[in-house]
């Protein structure tokens, strides 16, 4: 047997920085994690859909001053999630079309596959119970 260690296939790599560039690992999502990272998103987003009334009588730009105060808040705590090895002042290196990367990243990574694979099970099984 031998000593190395098999590094998980699903690690993505994913280059940073706004003029040198860095690389940061991108890990999946553990059952519990994920669980963690829904709730927060979950909250983040009732959080939003809760002022609902109160931007009625706001302009466009107080709305995504809002919005933009909560993404901020909770960008790094997502973060966190996926890059445990993130530098810490990782929000000074991530440009937009970066943090968009990432994001599909654990999305597809986490959710979307998953998704695709557990409605293929049902479709399967379905085919069996009808046939």
């Known amino acids: ?18 003029s040198a560039l860095q690389e940061i690992k991108i890990f ?4 519990s994690d994920q669980m963690k990272l829904t709730e927060l998103m979950k909250d983040v987003i009732l ?3 809760e002022g609902k009334e109160e931007r009625k ?7 995504i001053d809002e919005l933009a105060a909560i993404i901020q808040e ?11 090895e993130q ?3 990782i929000l000074d290196l991530l440009t937009n079309s970066q943090l968009s990367e990432i994001a599909t990243i654990i999305y597809e990574d986490n959710y979307g596959g998953p ?3 557990v409605l293929s099970l049902f479709k399967k099984e379905k085919a069996v119970l009808t046939a």
């Open 1 to 18: 047997m031998s000593d190395s260690i098999k590094l998980n296939p699903q690690i993505k790599t994913v280059s940073i920085g706004v």
């Open 28 to 31: 999946p999502l553990s059952i």
């Open 47 to 49: 959080r939003f859909l």
């Open 57 to 63: 009588d706001k302009d466009n730009i107080a709305i």
């Open 74 to 84: 909770n960008v790094v705590k997502i973060l966190a999630f996926v890059c445990p």
């Open 87 to 89: 530098p810490e002042n």
């Open 115 to 117: 998704i695709k694979n």
